[in-house]
């Protein structure tokens, strides 16, 4: 689980925005991929999917007033969710901070 500042504020809406419409295209590029990303946002809770290699949600972020916590579920995947915590993690410091 990783904590980030919500320094802008950004809220969930914003975020979830933000996500379908960058984080696609940053992770792909850092990561040299081509992943499909899936989103499902209730309330201020926002699921990160990628349904190409994992099965339900990969990634949470919950989002409050003043901070961002991303949530890894698939930990013991076959697949290294690390390493798209680790990017997710840095685009939400890049719109949060």
Avoid: C, R, W
């Avoid at 979830?16 to 989103?39: H, P, Q, R």
């Avoid at 499902?40 to 699921?47: G, M």
């Avoid at 990628?50 to 339900?56: A, K, L, M, N």
């Amino acid at each position: 689980m990783a904590t980030i500042k919500n320094v802008k504020p950004l809220s969930a809406e914003k975020l979830f925005d933000l996500l379908k419409t960058g984080f696609a295209e940053y992770v792909n590029e850092k990561l040299g991929s081509n992943l499909a990303i899936d989103y499902a946002h209730v309330y201020d809770v926002i699921n990160v999917l990628f349904p190409e290699v994992i099965e339900g949600p990969a990634l949470t972020i919950t989002v409050t007033d003043d901070e961002l916590v991303v949530t890894n579920h698939a930990s013991g995947a076959d697949y290294n969710t690390d390493l798209l915590e680790e990017q997710l993690n840095g685009f939400l410091e890049l719109q949060a901070g």
